[in-house]
């Protein structure tokens, strides 16, 4: 089996991948992006870190490693063209994406795999590695919906595929009927953290996560975890509800454990 190439940005998910890979049996080599790409999940694993521009390089190391299969997975704060400094493979590449370089994240994304795939390399979502992170169907805590969060969580869905379809964000609060925050470049956690300024008397609110319509899932894919159990507690909101089938769920076990120590409910949902 070829040894599978995990191009990585931040959080744990690519060293989860990493440690899936392992265990059926594969080699892995990671491609570290720095600044984003944490040190202690790259540590255990090859790997090597390259600038964000340095695409022409990254591709090479991929080939000498004798990887065909590669996985996209962390965040990545979309840089300024200005501020890329491509080397000579990467300007060629960015060449061939072309206008999609100026689209929103879904968009650039698509035309990057698809460049990837015209070099010759297979893309996978992380999810077929990585299988268990795959949200679950239905209720996973202690603490269940009413009937105003499930009515929250319906609008929340509503509001998301207006804004996905906009190329905008992946999440969304709702409390009463009311939408509070929309997700846009800052992220789930920065959103989270406004919450408790526009907060309503009363029940609290849900915070909704789901792909965006067309999302180009083997790369971007909405991804929950501790920490977003603990911002949504600290914010003051009774639950999470999350794609089922279309969502990462980092660490699920110490997600539902959070959660039922917080009586917030967790809930994966089909929009």
Avoid at 8 to 24: D, E, F, K, M, N
Avoid at 30 to 56: C, K, N, Q, S, T
Avoid at 106 to 127: C, K, P, S
Wanted: one cysteine or more; proline letters at 6%; hydrophobic letters at 50%.
């Amino acid at each position: 089996m070829m040894p599978l190439g995990i191009i990585a940005g931040g959080g744990p998910l690519p060293g989860q991948v990493a440690q899936a890979a392992r265990a059926s049996g594969r080699a892995v080599f990671i491609a570290g992006i720095e600044g984003f790409a944490e040190p202690d999940v790259l540590a255990p694993y090859p790997h090597r870190v390259f600038r964000l521009g340095a695409i022409g390089a990254m591709i090479r190391a991929f080939r000498d490693e004798g990887c065909r299969d590669l996985v996209m997975i962390g965040p990545v704060k979309r840089p300024s063209f200005l501020s890329l400094r491509p080397d000579a493979e990467g300007a060629r590449m960015l060449a061939r994406i072309g206008k999609a370089a100026f689209l929103g994240d879904d968009g650039l994304l698509a035309a990057i795999m698809r460049v990837l795939a015209e070099e010759g390399f297979t893309m996978l979502g992380a999810h077929d590695i990585f299988t268990d992170a795959l949200a679950p169907e239905g209720l996973l805590t202690r603490t269940a919906p009413d009937a105003l969060a499930m009515a929250d969580i319906k609008r929340g869905m509503e509001v998301l595929k207006l804004i996905g379809a906009a190329d905008i964000g992946q999440a969304c609060v709702v409390q009463q009927g009311i939408v509070l925050a929309v997700e846009a470049v800052e992220g789930t956690d920065a959103m989270l953290a406004r919450i408790a300024a526009v907060t309503r008397p009363g029940p609290g609110g849900v915070l909704v996560k789901l792909a965006k319509p067309g999302q180009e899932r083997r790369a971007d894919l909405p991804a929950l975890g501790t920490a977003t159990v603990q911002h949504a507690r600290a914010a003051g909101l009774r639950g999470v509800a999350f794609e089922a089938g279309g969502s990462l769920l980092t660490n699920k076990l110490e997600m539902i454990e959070f959660a039922d120590a917080g009586g917030i409910f967790l809930l994966g949902v089909h929009p």
